[in-house]
Every structure is written in C-alpha cells, then in structure tokens.
C-alpha cells in the first residue's frame, strides 16, 4: 500500500477538522463516474478543501445569484446552494450524461428549487443567461483561455466575484517540471497558454485578481 504524500497528510487534517463532508457521496460517485465514461469525461470534481473556501466566499459577500460552469455530477454545486439558504444557483454541462446524474444528485439533497441544471456548451448558453450573477465559478476551463472569457464576464455584477479552479497546473509551467505529462490533455504548448492566460487576468482592465496557490499559508474566516 502506498503511503499518503505529504500534501495529501495536510490535506486530510484541515478537512478532519471541517468535519464530515455532507456530499461526500457525490465526490466518490463522481471519481467512479470518470473511470466508467471515458477519456471525453473530464469530471474531476472540485475539491472539498475549494469548496469550504468558495462557501466562506459566498457568505461574506452575501452572493445569491450564482453560476457556475462545469456542473460534472453536481458535487460543486451542492456545496455553492448549500452556503447560503436564499440563494440560487445556475450550472451547466456539455454532457447530458453529467445532467442526468446531477439532477439525481440535486434533488435527493433537496436542492432542486434552487440549482438550475443547463445542457451545452458554456459558450453557447452563456449568451442565453440573464446577469447579473454575484459570483461566478468557473470549473469548467482548462489551461487555456475560453472562448467565453469576456460573456462571462459581462454576466458578473460590478463588484461581483469570479472564482476559477483548475489552476494547479500554473506551478508546473512555471516551475518547468511536473509529475504529470499535461501536454496529453492540453497540447504541447500547455506551460505557454496557462502562463499567458494568468497573465491577461491579472492585467485585465474590469479585474482584480488573486491567486490561492499552495503554500500561501493563509487562512480566512467570517464570523
Ligand atoms: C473539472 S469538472 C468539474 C465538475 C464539477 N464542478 C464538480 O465539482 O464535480 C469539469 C466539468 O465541466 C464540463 N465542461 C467543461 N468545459 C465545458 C464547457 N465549455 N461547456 C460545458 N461544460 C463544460 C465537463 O463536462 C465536466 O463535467
Ligand atoms: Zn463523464
């Protein structure tokens, strides 16, 4: 049996700490879902110790029109309706097989008044959504830049919140050596495209941008 890494050890002790996650039964079944459906799937959903922070996110700033992109078997959007009881939540998926679990999953959480399940590509259903969002989650880009950066962003209310995942890879181009061969997913130029990607958002005029990357050593509370 392998030992757990270092990361994976710390990993487990902050989430003890947060206590037993509600939806954990969503994360497993999604990882089994991946394996069943093929290398097309893309389902790795968020991780738990992402979704505590994006709920404390969600509170204090007292979001309640959420959209997220990426709706895999809705493990991420449980967790974005469960942070606030008044709010809703709109999420979206290419694969009708992703929506059909999700919208099992939504409703045996009891969920299905306030998660809103949309099947297509994001750029082609974000031009359909009516803003103003107060928080958009974007769990659905991958290395590179989306065609729907700029609809996306019109979605977002003036002050409102843009949170990405996915930005893992980010350490592995800029650090130039990674465990994992990431040009199988994304193409050879990878380490270009997400260096340039992080590099436009943080110089883009409607953005202020942060990055949450490992060892940041921070940690956030609302009271
Ligand atoms: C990284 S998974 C995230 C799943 C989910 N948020 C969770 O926590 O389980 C990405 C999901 O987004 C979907 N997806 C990726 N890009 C998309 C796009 N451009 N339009 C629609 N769905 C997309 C994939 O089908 C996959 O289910
Ligand atoms: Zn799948």
């Given amino acids: ?3 757990p890494s270092d990361s994976e050890r ?3 002790f902050v989430l003890g700490l947060y206590g037993e996650d509600p939806y954990a039964h969503v994360y497993r079944a999604s990882e089994e879902h991946r394996e069943s459906h093929g290398e097309q799937c893309g389902v790795y959903p968020s991780s738990p110790l992402s979704m505590r922070l994006v709920s404390l996110l969600i509170r204090a700033t007292a979001a309640k029109r959420i959209l997220e992109i990426g709706c895999g078997l809705g493990y991420s959007a449980l967790h ?27 409703s045996a959480a009891g969920f299905s008044q306030r998660i809103r399940i949309l099947k297509g590509e994001a750029d082609n259903v ?13 769990d659905g880009w991958f290395v590179q830049e989306p065609a729907y950066l700029e ?10 919140l843009l949170v990405m995942s996915n930005w893992f890879p980010l350490q592995d181009a800029v650090l130039g050596h990674s465990d994992i061969d990431w040009s199988g997913f ?12 992080a590099r436009k958002l943080a110089t883009h005029p409607r953005l202020h941008l942060a990055f949450a990357l490992p060892r ?6 609302t009271k």
């Fill in 80 to 106: 974005l309706a469960a942070a606030d009881p008044d709010g809703s939540v709109d999420t979206i998926d290419r694969f009708p097989q992703h929506v059909s679990l999700a919208l099992e999953n939504v």
């Fill in 151 to 160: 609809t996306m962003l019109d979605l977002i209310r003036p002050g409102g």
């Fill in 216 to 221: 940041l050593g921070l940690a956030v509370k």
């Fill in 10 to 12: 710390l990993s487990s």
């Fill in 1 to 3: 049996m392998t030992q």
């Fill in 126 to 138: 974000l031009p359909t959504l009516s803003g103003p969002y107060d928080l958009v989650y974007d």
């Fill in 186 to 197: 994304s193409g050879p130029d990878w380490a270009d495209r997400i260096q340039a990607y």
